[in-house]
């Protein structure tokens, strides 16, 4: 089978220079660790999750994928980076976390190996980092049953978002590495609901996700003008 890869080399070794800092929960990842817990219950208060198939594209170190699992789910985790996936699963083994398996798989390829085999599939702050997020997207839509969820988040594009992601939060603030994101892949709400509709994945939610830096507090709100997540569903 001709496997399919969506991914830019640049940005797979971004990610894999870093692997051994993904658990570190002062360290590069530590915005992801403390947004994981309000994405998670967002998520899992539309699509209980204990008991289903769940797969996490994109996975990286397992972050969401691994506190997935510890609600009950049966999770897959999947990425284009091989050294964030073998952090993954030590720490899957170290923290003894069952229900979780890991593999190095496109979105794509996988899709057309079982089609219409996950419960809820989950791309979390992966788009804006590929060649062609539509093709993702696709391939997201034939993962998941009829009646599943997709649960995707990403970054907006505008001014406001150059100025508070990238500016502020690689330059100013030092809460990513720098480099970490190009404004040029960021992608409206609107394109990103567009290319689901497209392919039969219904709007149901929407929130945005905001930071306080003085306070260093997270939230979820109504703003969707920077951070933003979308849930749909398979009609």
């Excluded at 969506?6 to 993904?22: G, I, M, Y």
């Excluded at 967002?42 to 769940?54: D, E, F, N, Q, T």
């Excluded at 062609?132 to 970054?155: E, I, M, N, R, Y």
């Excluded at 306080?212 to 398979?234: E, H």
Aim: aromatic share 8%; proline share 6%.
């Amino acid at each position: 089978m001709t496997q399919t890869v969506n991914a830019d080399p640049a940005e797979l070794a971004k990610f894999s220079d870093l692997a051994h800092r993904w658990w570190d929960l002062d360290g590069e990842f530590k915005p992801l660790h403390r947004i994981n817990p309000l994405r998670l219950a967002w998520l899992a208060g539309m699509a209980p999750l204990k008991g289903k198939r769940v797969l996490d594209i994109g996975c990286g170190g397992g972050i969401l994928a691994d506190a997935m699992a510890r609600q009950g789910a049966d999770v897959l985790g999947i990425d284009l980076a091989a050294k964030p996936l073998k952090v993954a699963q030590l720490h899957a083994l170290d923290a003894q976390t069952e229900g979780v398996s890991y593999r190095e798989v496109s979105a794509e390829d996988l899709a057309a190996e079982q089609p219409e085999s996950f419960d809820v599939v989950t791309c979390m702050e992966m788009l804006e980092h590929v060649p062609d997020p539509s093709s993702v997207v696709h391939a997201c839509s034939q993962l998941v049953k009829p009646g599943g969820w997709v649960f995707f988040s990403t970054l907006n594009r505008n001014p406001k978002s150059f100025a508070f992601a990238i500016v502020g939060a690689e330059y100013i603030l030092n809460l990513l590495p720098r480099g970490t994101h190009e404004y040029d892949k960021l992608i409206r709400p609107s394109e990103l609901v567009g290319w689901c509709r497209s392919n039969g994945l219904s709007l149901q939610a929407t929130k945005g996700m905001e930071y306080n830096p003085f306070t260093q507090r997270y939230w979820l709100s109504g703003d969707t003008s920077v951070n933003y997540l979308l849930a749909t569903q398979k009609t």
